[in-house]
């Protein structure tokens, strides 16, 4: 539970911009590091720059239609939680802290956002343009607050499912976004002295950057971090350096598609050329006050007790419906994982004296385009490439006996439709993901299923120079029924999965998850 004594101090805010080169006309970005300190005269700006390689002095990227459906998506948040050597007093903490880390760490973001320019900057969408453009001028640079936090570190770094979600949201920065204009990035830094860690969190635009190119950008940083004293000329692996060519993109139906969504988000809230950043109304409201944040585990022995599981009990049923069973169920960690997740939250938010209706379920499914494009994109392209699959399955049969092989089946024959195209029958995306007043109203949020993240992303391995993460988190403020995938911090074939539910809720996913995995 939240320590109404807990308190987190803003100590600076600053704006750190790439690289330029020695000597570069741009004398605002000559003078090194200032803090943005509050006072009674209120903050004062400040740019921290590192001056050693030429910048562009602009780069302009137009958004592609995997982009575009996000663009007035909420902001994405992500925290990392590290230990560091213990220290004889909180005041040593913090001197370390001050004096080492945060130096690295801004020297080292300055470097690797030479490679990263566009994280520094921003989206728009000028007058003159029929779609949203992701720009980068001289100038730009992305903001860094460091703070310090007398919040108890290993209870925010546990996996314990009684945290409350708020809890984290002081350690996230906001966004800048406004009609005109949308930051793409800022990061957090906080201290805990009292506890000997620190965390990083950041905020995201997920019309620029989905999950792959913010893993991208968080191993690029922390290689150039761990390299950053032995020379002044680190060089990135090519895999770490980010691909951004757009014109790789190519689809028979992408500009046909561009059109559809363009037309959509310019009719939006009932205005004719709409060309807002904001977020959209719908998800504002979607915030859940009283909501806690739970991380469970799913170990590799549970992943082959449950495909054993299904297997066994869909031959059961196919053979007393004399039926085949159909081979092309997928049966991959992700749709097993997903699918005995999926029913325990449709359970958990059953309530016991509640009739069962028999209305469906929808679950939309985060896929990676990159690899199913034809041709693919490579791994390390730099922008959002993930597109939502939806999949339904009756209530009904998510609370009965074979609950689990209905949401295998339906997770499956979403994977399966991907094989006729990744952008077949998306058409209302837009109007799927961003639901009228009229239509919210009218519908249930706790419904709706979405996915995001991957166990395949190794956050575990961004190494500072201080060692692995001791935690990793999706911080969701907007809404519950998310279901994020990541990999365990042990490794071992380890899935983590975090879902963001009300208290009671919560005690009952908790309490199915751990039943159901013990008796198979």
């Known amino acids: 539970m939240t320590d109404p004594n807990n308190s987190l101090k803003v100590v600076e805010v600053c704006r750190v911009a790439p690289q330029t080169k020695p000597g570069s006309s741009d004398s605002a970005f000559s003078s090194g590091v200032e803090n943005l300190t509050y006072n009674k005269d209120g903050p004062v700006s400040a740019v921290f720059q590192i001056n050693h390689t030429l910048v562009p002095h602009e780069l302009s990227l ?5 982009d575009l459906l996000w663009i007035r998506f909420p ?12 220290c004889s007093s909180p005041a040593d903490t913090l001197l370390f802290f001050h004096s080492t880390i945060i130096p690295k760490l801004k020297t080292s973001l300055s470097i690797t956002l030479q490679h990263f320019l566009l994280l520094a900057g921003n989206i728009t969408w000028p007058e003159n343009s029929h779609k949203p453009t992701l720009d980068y001028v001289q100038g730009d640079a992305l903001s860094l607050t ?3 936090s007398d919040a108890d570190f290993h209870h925010l770094s546990s996996n314990d499912f009684k945290i409350e979600s708020k809890e984290y949201y002081p350690l996230v920065p906001q966004l800048a976004v406004s009609h005109e ?7 957090q830094i906080t201290i805990f002295p009292n506890s000997g860690g620190f965390s990083i969190g950041i905020s995201m635009h997920h019309a620029a950057i989905d999950g792959k190119t913010l893993f991208l950008f968080l191993k690029s940083w922390a290689h150039i971090c761990k390299h950053v004293h032995q020379s002044d000329d680190i060089l990135l692996p090519d895999q770490l350096k980010p691909f951004y060519d757009r014109s790789v993109i190519q689809h028979p139906i992408g500009l046909q598609l561009e059109a559809i969504y363009l037309n959509q988000f310019l009719n939006m809230d009932g205005r004719q050329n709409n060309r807002s950043l904001m977020v959209a109304a719908q998800y504002k409201s979607l915030v859940v006050p009283n909501s806690f944040r739970g991380i469970f585990e799913f170990t590799s022995a549970n992943i082959q007790a449950l495909r054993k599981r299904v297997t066994t009990r869909m031959k059961e049923i196919t053979t007393n419906q004399q039926q085949e069973r159909d081979p092309s169920v997928h049966m991959s960690t992700f749709s097993l994982t997903c699918a005995y997740t999926w029913v325990c939250l449709v359970k958990a938010e059953q309530g016991e004296e509640e009739e069962i209706k028999g209305d469906k379920i929808p679950l939309f499914i985060s896929v990676d385009c990159r690899s199913r494009l034809a041709p693919p994109l490579p791994a390390n392209f730099f922008g959002n490439i993930v597109t939502a699959y939806l999949t339904v399955a009756e209530r009904k049969g998510l609370l009965g006996e074979d609950g689990l092989v ?8 979403a994977i399966k ?6 952008l077949n029958g998306v058409e209302d995306l837009v109007s799927r993901l961003y639901l009228s007043d009229e239509q919210k109203s009218t519908s249930d949020p706790r419904t709706v299923f979405t996915t995001a993240g991957s166990h395949r992303f190794d956050m575990y391995g961004t190494d500072f120079g201080w060692g692995r993460p001791r935690s990793t988190e999706v911080v ?4 519950t029924g998310a279901i994020t995938f990541a990999d365990g911090k042990n490794g071992g074939g380890v899935v983590d999965i975090g879902v963001v539910l009300e208290k009671h809720h919560m005690e009952a996913f908790a309490s199915l998850f751990a039943k159901g995995l013990e008796t198979l």
Not at 62 to 66: D, E, G, H, N
Not at 181 to 187: E, G, H, Q, T
Not at 406 to 413: F, G, H, P, T, V
Request: no cysteine.
């Open 417 to 422: 439709g991907l094989d006729n195209g990744v």
């Open 406 to 413: 209905m949401a295998i089946i339906a997770i499956s024959e």
């Open 146 to 148: 460091v703070s310090e």
């Open 62 to 66: 137009p958004l592609t239609l995997f």
């Open 181 to 187: 204009k949308a930051a793409v990035m800022a990061l």
């Open 476 to 479: 969701r403020k907007n809404s």
């Open 75 to 86: 902001p994405f948040h992500r925290l990392l939680f590290y230990e560091i050597l213990p």
